[in-house]
């Protein structure tokens, strides 16, 4: 989940407290974490502002950071607001139990309540002047007409930072039949292929039009709430399908919390290819895919990538893993690590910026201005387990600020 200011400067959280199970992610000024074998929360480093309590912590038959019977309850506070890294609940829980305190030396705590968007344009509005930064998202077009035949208007029309198109649906309320929405304009955009490739190089250019991957064609559904039963369904639907909840708090603090995800290998497989004049199938690239290079690589690479998959997933239960043709990515809301397979080492790219990493020649190196593909300005080049040993803290810093 993410929390962000809605008004003046984003809240952009850098760096979290590294401990065996991070709970809380804070603001530049603060670090913030607690451990499992010790129900306090305390600070490491405070320059201007930390007050916090846990109030339950149930570890009853939790053998993992990932089981599902992790739940809490917590207050955050603090002068911009706390931010809770990750909500951790019963798998058929459908409310998220967060409380947020904003604190000062004359009242003391003062609870901020949550509410939900006055009204649904509201919410849109707000999501689409941020969506980049909210969801990793470029915006192309919004209250976008499906034309007579199927009547309609998507909410919110974007392309991700994988180049995959990205269909966004918004209600107030959990009683909204938002996914069925959602999937019918799914299915009008995978048949309308080319009139959306315009689109795409209208806005972002012919580049950008070139290079959509349709395989990855995303809903993005976004309410209030869900409820479990939403939550069954996207289970069953074979489609790449993210259910969001969202909560304000006061009048510039926005929560935004990945309920749900689901991902396939090919969005796409039942649409039509439709070609256009300008644009060009990645089809046609001679660049091998990833899985080409992986059947070609060396014992100890396969291995490598294996190993470096397997912990990429193991940072939490909100990850998804997006095959691409080229690379991998791994995401939450947005990506935070791409994986590029070579013959003699793996190329992984993480969302850091590459002037706070200490560079060290052969093994990191900042590509900002290196063209490359997968996202990520950070590149590490991993040959041995040693390299993913050292990987490591990159890694879970890059998961923690995305």
Known sequence: MALALLTGQLLQSRQAATCRTPIFLCSTSTQLAVTQYRSEIFCRQSLFFVVAALLSFDFANCSSRKAPEHRFRAFFCGAFGIVPHRLLAKK??????????????????CELPGRAAAVEKQLQGLIEAQMETFLGVRFLATEYATGKTHRGRID????????????????????????????????????????FRWLVMEKLGKEAAEQIEWSGTRLLCIAADFTRYDQ?????IQRNIELIRYKMFGDDLLLLELVNAVSVAN?????KPVEIGVSKSASGSKDKTWQEQLAQAAQEISELFEQTSSYLHSLGDDVQEKPLKLYLAFRRLKNFASVVVQSKRLQLYLKINP????????????????GHWGTGDLELSLRTQADLER?????ERSYQEN
Not at 355 to 370: K, M, N
Request: a negative charge; one cysteine or more.
């Open 92 to 109: 058929d829980m459908c409310v998220s139990d967060i409380q947020l305190f904003r604190l000062n030396a004359v009242n003391g705590a």
């Open 156 to 195: 919110s029309l974007g392309l991700d930072e994988n180049g995959c198109p990205v269909i966004i649906e918004y209600k107030r309320h959990s009683n909204e039949n938002v996914i069925n929405q959602g999937l019918f304009y799914l299915d009008w955009l995978l048949d309308h292929q080319a009139e």
């Open 232 to 236: 069954h369904a996207v289970q069953l």
């Open 267 to 271: 969005a796409s497989v039942a649409a």
């Open 355 to 370: 002037d706070t990493v200490e560079l060290v020649e052969g093994f990191s190196r900042d590509v900002r201005d290196v």
């Open 391 to 395: 990987a490591k803290v990159l890694i």
